[in-house]
């Protein structure tokens, strides 16, 4: 318990060595913002946290250790419910209330002001007070009263909008028609094994090259708007940082302190006024490893943590969705932690929304890596970036199709955002989601020609982890927006609806169907080559030409001819388009490296069928990408 | 913008009647071309023997212009490459008519030439594969103009599918990834990053420093392998669909098909026409007559600077690559299935998309005016005087209603059979198409195509209710191998007991008894 006085001066001028002009421009900003001294200290780039708690433990106070298990609400839990906002600022958390006492823990007792507020808000005088670290006093209040928010951000499609909602993979109409389906299949099999075989082996090739077509002239449609950029040099330019909005940025990071101190430095480079941006950088209450490193962290940050309340699924959107209650941005976008974005991409996204009608909601940037020549798997997972990013999306842009909205770096209009009710915390491409559910919500998204560099996946097996994820995720978004086509269909219109099957059904349906083809096809091949005689040398007969004849019976020469154009074809088309993506961007040396794609490929065909797996057995599971494996910068 | 597309497809309608109706009455007065036959007995063969789709779909130049005529084959009241000519060029016709009424004036008179031109209106009537040549060219210039302002990977993909289409209009046609490779090079000064300044600065910049330098050689050779990329992944693909069904990757290069269907096309068109020979037989310059005739237009749009050094830089590339074309084999490329390359790039310049239209001094007004009445003009006496008998015969129909000895002969031949009874037709259908083509389907006929062709040169009798063959003053005569194979048995003595049904100066209808 503290009962001495302490003074501002003496922490933070003294101790602190903050200039007097900075405490004047603290405190400036303390009445701008409407943010207690300490949050803007600590959250505007002023003072370290590892500063801060050496400054207190110097002035030889006993920081509050919380027991995080065994909070309880006080009985005017209500109260601050209502409060919490207030609470969070104040930075304050009432420990034990009765009618006639009031123990508070606080975070800068050198402001009187947060102790009157707590004062004013519980209409009681406070007792006692403890000190305790920032970061433990809003880990205390969001685990403790935040569970109301914590229940929107899990539930809040699930209760407004049921239909839209991840949280029940197969309905049972889907059910149904899968069954049927499959009974069909196997009758027809049983009746007509020849033409059954051909039929669906000809209709499986069609699917997939028309899938892959379709993918390649929206490349070329993307390919258009390279030559127009949508905000000039000009209009940038003519931007005064007078008129700019607060801006909110979600940072969703879960055991990643190893790019924390990037961040910082990532974010401090933006061209956007500090004191307008609203950054949160958003951890989950049992990430013990990002909560530490940010309490340890010994240089200023400029983002304010926001802990997470435990609760499943644990996935990002639901921690982003969380986030939202806390953010007071006209605009709000979402960054990983270890994103560069263009540094003037906030001040691009303004422009353009500015010049747009309201209809639009969304702008989504380009995402590309800036460790793309470490390894082989870099340097394609680049290339595919590039072409989704610089191509592919615009080309939806173009053709006004619903846009799968990317990972990160997609800004909303705010009050858009919460109208349509945030993200879906049980889909795990929530941003693919969001994007539909805008659609079909007459709102529209686009693309803006501005990048954000990225860490690229350098491991195998992270990435298999990380695609698994998307293209169950990609699955996940077609089962819900399919539980009724002809309504889907009435939503977003006949363009919007082929767009949907084969940008979102034809992206995981090409990775599932493409090992099964290749297959056969290469068997075919190889039988045709004669060489399974040498190996089965202990057999006189010519095995090849046996087996032949038993499969051309469901595998005839024409069909053949149509897999091997088939193949021939789509693949040189994905080259294709990878190989100008890259040209685009004048990463000349990684042209060549498109010409490997066929065999990325059927690493996406891995996680096609890991994705498949989880998402019959754990549909919600957030499959984790572990980042800064790098050992790249820009 | 619904009412714009109204207009356009209208107007597009509107032209391309008027270019089939055009031909429909160029026909009446004895223009035909036996292209246009012979594609259209591609159509016919397609579905008449087992494997005749496969190898008829695939072994077939210009394959564009046939898979285009197969689409409107079903239209019976004319041969389907005339009607797909008229569909192009209207095409063609309509887009500059329409861009060229936005412009300025001295581009609004322009039109005069767009619609009178003989050499458009050649593509379009003609029913042979010029109007494709045309519309490539065209089409390859107006993407070059465009990327070399824009650089952008957009027009670099469009022109890298179009050769990537044409290719299998026409091999040769690969020929332009070389004339591309210049403009990379000078493309390549304007698009480095952080250089500003007149060319050679830049120039100098890049030279002198190593990573400007790497950057920009990186830079080019990329351009070219992009741009290459999809045509020789169409031949890739060609080839390996050859390996597929012929068993071999070079089948459509000495396969018996491809044999077939370049003499066929080839020698009733050029080598029954004493004309060529002579021009060349001259071993002169005059060659370069023709290409001046239809030349006027780019070189108007030489002088006509409007400040694009690449521009003209690229008209030049145009006029050198025309004249090595012509100059490399008289024989094939004296035609205007080259020179109007040089009519699409005039086209191309004029309706190219200028940033800034300048205000027009008078005297270029009434030069405008009188320009395009040169053009139509020379372009007339080109086509007076071409070696190429197509282009004349259209001359001729125009001036005068035609008849053509051989072409005649063609056709009794086909009325002849039609008003036999229905059998089997021995024929050398690679001299033979035309007269074939008309015939009702209950004839059928063992030609090259036929599984029992070469049974059917053997025992005639067998195989054959009749028989179509040359006599020798007929051109092809040598080449004919049913006429070969006749004078075989007649040298064993083998006597075939025949009755002509039909003779003339050229051939010979036999019934077989």
């Given at each position: 318990m503290e009962n001495r006085e302490y003074y501002r001066k003496s922490l933070f001028q003294e101790k602190g060595k903050l200039s007097q002009k900075k405490i004047y421009r603290v405190e400036e900003l303390e009445k701008s913002l409407n943010k207690s001294f300490l949050r803007i200290v600590l959250n505007y780039g002023y003072l370290s946290r590892r500063a801060w708690k050496n400054i207190l433990l110097e002035e030889g106070i006993e920081l509050y250790n919380f027991d995080f298990d065994n909070l309880v609400q006080i009985p005017k839990q209500e109260i601050i419910k209502e409060n919490l906002h207030k609470f969070l600022d104040a930075l304050a958390f009432p420990l034990v209330q009765t009618e006639d006492y009031l123990e508070i823990v606080i975070a800068d007792p050198s402001d009187s002001i947060n102790i009157n507020q707590v004062e004013g808000i519980l209409g009681q005088k406070v007792d006692k007070f403890h000190v305790a670290e920032d970061m433990d006093i809003l880990k205390a209040l969001h685990i403790t009263y935040g569970l109301d928010y914590l229940d929107k951000a899990v539930f809040g499609i699930y209760d407004s909008d049921r239909e839209s909602c991840a949280i029940e993979t197969f309905t049972k109409p889907q059910l149904i028609a899968i069954g049927l389906t499959l009974a069909v299949g196997v009758l027809f099999f049983y009746f007509f094994p020849i033409n059954t075989a051909i039929t669906l082996n000809l209709i499986l090739n069609f699917l997939l090259f028309f899938s892959i077509s379709f993918k390649f002239l929206l490349t070329l449609y993307g390919s258009k708007m390279e030559t127009a950029r949508k905000i000039s040099k000009a209009e940038l330019d003519a931007i005064d940082d007078d008129e700019l909005p607060f801006y909110t940025i979600l940072l969703p990071v879960f055991k990643e302190s190893e790019v924390i101190h990037k961040l910082v430095w990532n974010l401090k480079n933006l061209d956007y006024p500090l004191e307008k941006l609203d950054i949160k950088l958003l951890i989950e209450s049992d990430d013990a490893m990002t909560y530490n490193a940010v309490k340890e962290m010994d240089f200023p940050c400029v983002f304010e943590p926001l802990i997470i309340p435990y609760a499943q699924p644990k996935t990002k959107p639901k921690a982003c969705n969380y986030g939202l209650y806390f953010s007071k941005g006209k605009y709000l976008t979402i960054y990983d932690a270890e994103d560069i974005p263009d540094n003037n991409q906030l001040k691009m996204v303004y422009a353009l929304f500015k010049k747009i009608s309201d209809q639009y909601v969304v702008v989504q940037c380009a995402l590309n890596y800036f460790n793309k020549k470490e390894n082989l798997l870099t340097r394609l997972f680049t290339l595919e970036y590039s072409y989704w990013f610089d191509y592919m999306l615009p080309g939806l842009d173009n053709l006004d199709v619903p846009i799968p909205l990317g990972g990160t770096s997609n800004h909303f209009r705010f009050d858009k955002l919460m109208e349509l009710g945030g993200w879906d915390g049980f889909n795990v491409t929530e941003d693919a989601d969001l994007g539909l559910r805008a659609y079909a919500k007459s709102y529209k998204v686009t693309v803006l020609d501005s990048t954000t560099l990225e860490e690229a996946n350098n491991d195998f097996f992270n990435w298999i982890r990380q695609r698994s994820r998307w293209i169950k995720g990609y699955m996940q978004t077609y089962l819900v927006h399919m539980r009724n086509p002809i309504k889907?269909?009435?939503?977003?219109?006949?363009?919007?609806?082929?767009?949907?099957?084969?940008?979102?059904?034809?992206?995981?349906?090409?990775?599932?169907?493409?090992?099964?083809?290749?297959?056969?096809?290469?068997?075919?091949?190889?039988?045709?080559?004669?060489?399974?005689?040498?190996?089965?040398?202990?057999?006189?007969?010519?095995?090849?030409?046996?087996?032949?004849?038993?499969?051309?019976?469901?595998?005839?020469?024409?069909?053949?001819?149509?897999?091997?154009?088939?193949?021939?074809v789509g693949n040189l088309m994905m080259i294709y388009v990878n190989m100008i993506a890259v040209f685009r961007r004048r990463s000349y040396p990684l042209i060549l490296y498109a010409l490997v794609n066929p065999f990325y490929w059927l690493m996406h065909s891995i996680s096609a069928y890991k994705g498949l797996i989880q998402l019959i057995t754990k549909p919600f599971y957030w499959e984790k990408t572990n980042h800064g494996l790098t050992k790249g910068s820009k | 913008m619904k009412k714009q597309s109204i207009i356009y497809a209208i107007c597009w309608l509107l032209f391309s009647s008027a270019y089939f109706l055009l031909s429909l009455w160029l026909q009446s007065r004895g223009f035909y071309n036996l292209e246009a036959y012979f594609i259209e007995y591609k159509t016919v063969l397609i579905s008449r023997y087992e494997e005749g789709f496969l190898r008829t779909f695939f072994f077939t130049k210009p394959i564009i212009l046939f898979l285009g005529s197969l689409l409107i084959s079903f239209i019976k009241q004319s041969q389907s490459t005339y009607i797909l000519n008229a569909i192009i060029i209207g095409g063609l016709t309509n887009h500059l008519f329409l861009k060229g009424l936005k412009r300025k004036l001295s581009i609004k008179v322009f039109l005069i030439y767009v619609l009178l031109s003989p050499i458009i209106i050649y593509s379009g009537v003609s029913g042979g594969s010029t109007a494709l040549y045309l519309i490539f060219y065209f089409v390859f210039f107006t993407l070059l103009f465009k990327y070399s302002k824009s650089y952008s990977v957009f027009h670099l993909t469009l022109l890298s599918l179009l050769l990537g289409v044409f290719v299998l209009f026409d091999l040769e046609l690969l020929k332009f990834l070389l004339l591309l490779i210049p403009v990379f090079f000078f493309v390549n000064f304007s698009k480095a990053k952080g250089i500003s300044g007149n060319f050679y600065y830049r120039a100098s910049i890049i030279f002198s420093n190593g990573s400007q330098r790497r950057k920009f050689f990186t830079g080019f050779f990329s351009s070219i392998f992009i741009v290459a990329f999809i045509p020789l992944m169409t031949i890739l693909i060609y080839l390996v669909i050859n390996k597929i069904f012929a068993g071999s990757f070079l089948y459509f290069m000495d396969g018996v098909g491809d044999q077939w269907s370049s003499y066929s096309t080839l020698y009733p068109l050029l080598y029954e026409d004493n004309y060529i020979w002579n021009v060349i037989a001259e071993n002169t310059r005059s060659f370069i007559i023709p290409l001046a005739l239809v030349s006027c237009l780019i070189v108007f749009n030489l002088f006509d600077f409007e400040g694009s050094v690449a521009k003209n830089a690229l008209i030049l590339l145009g006029i050198l690559y025309c004249f090595s074309e012509i100059a490399e084999n008289r024989i094939d490329n004296l035609n205007l299935n080259v020179l109007s390359l040089i009519t699409a790039i005039g086209l191309a310049v004029v309706f190219y998309n200028h940033d800034k239209e300048k205000v027009e001094k008078p005297f270029k007004i009434v030069l405008g005016f009188i320009i395009p009445f040169i053009l139509i003009f020379l372009e007339v006496i080109y086509f007076k005087y071409s070696v190429n008998y197509n282009e004349r015969l259209y001359y001729q129909s125009v001036i005068e209603k035609n008849d053509n000895e051989h072409f005649t002969s063609l056709k009794n031949l086909s009325s002849s059979l039609k008003d036999q009874e229905k059998g089997r037709v021995l024929v050398d259908d690679a001299i033979y198409f035309a007269s074939l083509t008309d015939l009702n389907s209950e004839f059928t006929w063992e030609g090259h195509f036929s599984p029992n062709f070469l049974a059917a040169m053997q025992l005639p009798q067998i195989y054959a209710d009749y028989i179509i063959v040359s006599k020798p003053a007929f051109l092809l005569y040598p080449n004919d191998v049913v006429a070969a194979s006749l004078r075989r048995l007649e040298h064993f003595g083998i006597s075939l007991d025949t009755e002509i049904l039909y003779e003339d100066k050229f051939s010979m209808l036999l019934k077989v008894k």
């Open positions: 889907l269909y009435k939503k977003i219109g006949l363009k919007g609806f082929f767009g949907f099957q084969f940008f979102i059904g034809g992206t995981f349906f090409t990775f599932l169907v493409y090992p099964i083809l290749l297959t056969f096809l290469v068997f075919i091949l190889f039988l045709h080559t004669g060489w399974l005689n040498y190996i089965v040398f202990w057999n006189d007969g010519d095995i090849s030409q046996g087996l032949l004849d038993s499969i051309s019976i469901f595998f005839p020469d024409w069909l053949v001819v149509v897999a091997i154009f088939n193949f021939t | -």
